[in-house]
Each structure stands twice: as C-alpha cells, then as structure tokens.
C-alpha cells in the first residue's frame, strides 16, 4: 500500500481556511485518497475522496497534485467543532475494506 | 437513515474473560469491518466480512474473532482477555465492496480490561 506522510499537528484561526496537507509519492494509479476525520473519542467520519480530479462537497474541498504525489484538504472556514485528529489514507482497489489509517494530523480551531 | 449501531458502548472486564461487541450497519450495507483503537498502536484493522464470509483479517491474535449474519449485522469476539485489549472498539459498514466504497463508521465501544 502506498504510504502517507502528514504533519503531526497544526493550528487554524476560527474563520480562517484550514489546509492540511499529505504527502503520497508512491501512490499508483489506481489507487484513492480518502480523507477522514475522529473528533475525541468519536469514531472516524468520512470527509472526501478522489482519484485524480478536484473534488469538492458540503465539508471540504480536496485538491490533489497532477502528478498525485500529494494532496491538500480545505476546510473553508473552519469552526472550532473541526478540531480532531485528520487522517488521509491512500486505498489500493483491490484492498478490501482495510483502511490504513497511519498518525493523522491533529488541527486545533483556536478562536 | 439510521448510522451504523455498536452495543455496549462501554464494558468493564476481567483479564480471562471473554467479550461479545456487536455491530449494525446501515440498512442496505453488506459489509462490515473491525478497528481496534489504543493510544500507543493508533487505529488497527482487525477483519471485514462481506456476505457473511471474512474476506481479509489484520495481524490480530487467534483470540480475536468475528462473524457476520445473514441480516448483515456483526458480533466480534475476544476471547481470554489480556490487560493489553482496552481499546475503543470500532465497526465500519459500506454498501459493497472495493476501494471506491466509502465506509461509514459507528462510536465505537470501550472496553477496559481490569
């Protein structure tokens, strides 16, 4: 499985844009990049995905490279309910359900 | 549509027991996954059935294991239970399976191992 690289932490002012980068330079092509969140002791809620094009929907946007080596999630204007730990999982097609989930980013809203 | 269901959500055990965790998908999702979570290893997988059959299982103990029925609902056990296995518990379901299937998950239940 191609493996991810995120920053262990981060900050972002309440109102502000929240980008949280990802770093996946041996994904193939094929494979997906799912975005995840976990609020404190809350099971992991499903963000975004996509394979090559932008996507956005009503949480966030997810801009990935041309080359796919790395991918950004925006949350727009982040509220200080989007503290939680950030988890971008790289998914092979014929993985099965296992995801990956690895250390994530942990954001904190600050007001 | 209701979410996907975990019962107990909490559970206090003895090491030497064994523990029964049951999980409900969303209506309609044929598959269910297993994650254990704990502070020092993160979120592991333990094992996905799709159909009733476990189609892939993580690099648990023989102690660990699950079953799905033919209502799509799962139950997981673990059996002589060791300090190690507190952990928040968690279930996922998807609709089908493949990597484009996203899966959605419950809150989890958090076994404390005494």
């Known amino acids: 499985d191609a493996k991810t690289t995120q920053p262990p932490s981060m900050d972002c002012a309440e109102g502000r844009a929240a980008n949280l980068p990802c770093n996946h330079s041996?994904?193939?092509?094929?494979?997906?990049v799912y975005w995840y969140r976990q609020i404190h002791s809350q099971g992991p809620q499903y963000i975004i995905h996509?394979?090559?094009n932008n996507e956005t929907n009503e949480m966030a946007s997810l801009i990935i490279t041309e080359d796919r080596k790395s991918s950004t999630l925006i949350l727009p204007h982040a509220t200080l309910r989007d503290t939680a730990v950030y988890y971008c999982i790289v998914r092979p097609p014929n993985s099965g359900y296992a995801l990956n989930f690895g250390k994530g980013t942990s954001l904190l809203v600050t007001p | 549509k209701a979410g996907v269901t975990q019962t107990p959500r909490y559970l206090i055990k003895t090491r030497g027991q064994q523990v029964t965790l049951s999980c409900s998908p969303i209506?309609?999702?044929?598959?269910v996954s297993w994650y254990q979570q704990t502070p020092g290893q993160g979120l592991q997988f333990l094992f996905e059935?799709?159909?009733?059959?476990?189609?892939n299982k993580g690099n648990f103990p023989g102690r660990f294991s699950g079953r799905q029925f033919s209502n799509s609902r799962s139950e997981m056990n673990v059996s002589t239970l060791e300090l190690g296995d507190s952990a928040l518990y968690l279930c996922a379901s998807s609709l089908t399976k493949g990597a484009r299937e996203t899966q959605y998950f419950g809150p989890g239940t958090r076994l404390l191992v005494l």
């Open positions: 059935y799709f159909s009733e059959t476990q189609r």
């Open positions: 996509g394979l090559k």
């Open positions: 041996t994904i193939s092509g094929n494979e997906y």
């Open positions: 209506s309609g999702h044929r598959s």
